[in-house]
Nanobody, 127 residues
Framework: DVQLQASGGGLAQPGGSLRLSCEFS????????VTWFRQAPGKEREGVSC????????FYTNSAKGRFTISSDSAKSTVYLQMNNLQPEDTATYYC????????????????????WGQGTQVTVSS
């Protein structure tokens, strides 16, 4: 079975940093994408950043560009999301999700294409 385990959430002050981890197991497919989504109360789930194993490409939502960095450690089967300069609007439950196959700039943020989801990890940014 494919499993994803998200961790690393917590409380941060505005301007602070957190690093989320998504450890995955049970992958039998060589090409996959792992994406971080977030959902704040009363808002739709939003794609934040994606790592595409096909070519190592990465994607970011506009609000994450320049502040968040996604990376992958294949030896640890883990995808990280380094979040710097956090702001109150980053407060949300963050989920990691995976899909087998390639994704594009036009598809990576579409939640319905993802086959596997981890549990959420809460990120709260507040002074």
């Amino acid at each position: 079975d494919v499993q994803l385990q998200a961790s690393g959430g917590g409380l941060a002050q505005p301007g602070g940093s957190l690093r989320l981890s998504c450890e995955f197991s049970g992958f039998t497919f060589r090409i996959y994408a792992v994406t971080w989504f977030r959902q704040a109360p009363g808002k739709e789930r939003e794609g934040v950043s994606c790592f595409n194993s096909y070519d190592g490409s990465t994607f970011y939502t506009n609000s994450a560009k320049g502040r968040f960095t996604i990376s992958s450690d294949s030896a640890k089967s883990t995808v990280y999301l380094q979040m710097n300069n956090l702001q109150p609007e980053d407060t949300a439950t963050y989920y990691c999700a995976a899909v087998s196959g390639d994704v594009t700039d036009g598809s990576w943020a579409l939640a319905p294409i993802y086959q596997y989801w981890g549990q959420g990890t809460q990120v709260t940014v507040s002074s």
